[in-house]
Every structure is written in structure tokens, then in C-alpha cells.
């Protein structure tokens, strides 16, 4: 196949670390717990832990210090132990740490609400609805603010067939394509030509279509250097270990 050189382009989805939850929880949080204790229906009683967070020290960690209303990212160690005393607080109520097991046990019924990415979230409503699980899951973006991240491609330096890649990207970036791949991820797309062929329900729901407003909360985390990286990973293996 002969290479053709093309303009480089950014291809991305754009999402937000949220908190997934049932809507009895988002209805009448102070109803349902009275309602949990007096029926003490697991896994939701308040005598069993049923948060889970990502198992990704340093996004918890960040939105600990949007919680504190500091910078995301701080490379203060001040910051950073402030953060960890934080999340300490909560770490009776941690089922367990996963990137991915929670979508189904959230799903099922299993927990009452994770720290995740919007997308799975909405993954797990799906599968709820599809198994025809009694489950009503949404997501909810914090008023101090959450997480923004963007799934990106990049092409190595060495790559022995950029050409190639860039055609792989402008076939990922056509409308009809990234609309398609937004319908099904249910993940904000970042390609404004495909916005009026992404389903409507999906386009018009401001929890992954983000307002401006709200879009001002949200925090990008950058790359941080290896040394408060280190410090970083040492803090939150302490916590996840209990130590």
C-alpha cells in the first residue's frame, strides 16, 4: 500500500472522573440510608464497605485535592500528604481498588457507588438494562469539579509506516466514524462534525456533554515529574495496603 502523507491530526474522546451511584442515592440520599439500615440489605448495608475506587493513585489522589480546593497539580508535598490524610477518612467504606472489575458489580448490584471514568459508568447502566437488573445507575460530576482526561493516538518517531497511521486516524476521524465510536463507548466525542449524528439522547446528556459552565470545574492532570511521581506511588501504596 503506497504512504501518503497527511496533515497531523488529534483524534479524542474526552471524559471526566466521576461518581457512579443508583438513583435512589441521587433521589433522597438521606430516605435511602434510613432505608438501608432499617433493612440491612446487603451488599448495601452500612455495616458492609461498598466504595470502590479506581486503582489509580494518582487520579483518587487529584481529586482529593479538588475536594480541598487546591491544584490538581501540585507537586507540594504538603499537597500530597494533605490528600492522602483525606482519602484515609473513607478507607473503612473501600470494598476494593480495580480499574474495570466494578462496571459489572455495579451492574449487579454488587456495590453502591465507585469512582470511575463516566463512560463505564454509563457501560454498566447498559449492562444492568440488558440483563434486566432492577438497577437505575447514573453518575454525577462533584460541584468542587472532577478529572478531564482524552483518549489520544500518537505515532511513534520510528515508526516505519507513519503514513499508514495517519490514514488510520483520518478514518477514525470522520464524523460518521467517531460518532459511531461515541454511540458505543457512550463517551463525549471531541470531533465537533460528529456531534449531530451522535444519538440524541446520549448528546444531550450534560453528565458526558459537559455545559460550560461545567466544563469549568473540570481539571486536566499533566504529567508530573519522576521524583513526586515516586512520592506519589509510595503514598498511595501506603493507603491502599492500610499501612
Known sequence: MAEVRLERRLAAI???DVAGYSRLMGTDEVATLRALKAHR???????????????????VLETALLYLGRD????????????AALIRGVQPNIRYFHGT???DDLA????????????????????????????????????????????????????????????????????EVAAANSNYVN????????????NEELRNDAG??????????????????????????RAWTRFVTGR
Open 41 to 59: 440489605v446487603e451488599p448495601c448495608s452500612p455495616a458492609v464497605p461498598t466504595l470502590v475506587l479506581l486503582d489509580a493513585g494518582d487520579e
Open 187 to 198: 463517551y463525549a466525542t471531541a470531533n465537533t462534525a460528529a456531534l449531530p449524528l451522535v
Open 72 to 83: 490538581v497539580n501540585s507537586e507540594s508535598a504538603e499537597d500530597l500528604a494533605a490528600a
Open 108 to 175: 449487579n448490584g454488587e456495590i453502591c457507588i465507585a469512582v470511575g471514568y463516566s463512560g463505564d459508568i454509563l457501560q454498566a447502566r447498559d449492562r444492568a438494562a440488558e440483563a434486566g437488573k432492577p438497577a437505575d445507575i447514573r453518575f454525577s460530576i462533584p460541584k468542587e469539579g472532577a478529572l478531564m482526561w482524552f483518549d489520544t493516538l500518537a505515532i511513534p518517531a520510528d515508526a516505519k509506516h507513519p503514513g499508514n497511521a495517519h490514514l488510520f486516524i483520518d478514518y477514525l476521524l470522520r464524523p
Open 14 to 16: 474526552l471524559a471526566a
Open 101 to 103: 472489575s466494578w462496571v
Open 208 to 233: 458526558i456533554f459537559p455545559t460550560p459552565q461545567v466544563q469549568e470545574r473540570l481539571q486536566p492532570n499533566l504529567a508530573k515529574s519522576a521524583e513526586f511521581t515516586r512520592s506519589l506511588n
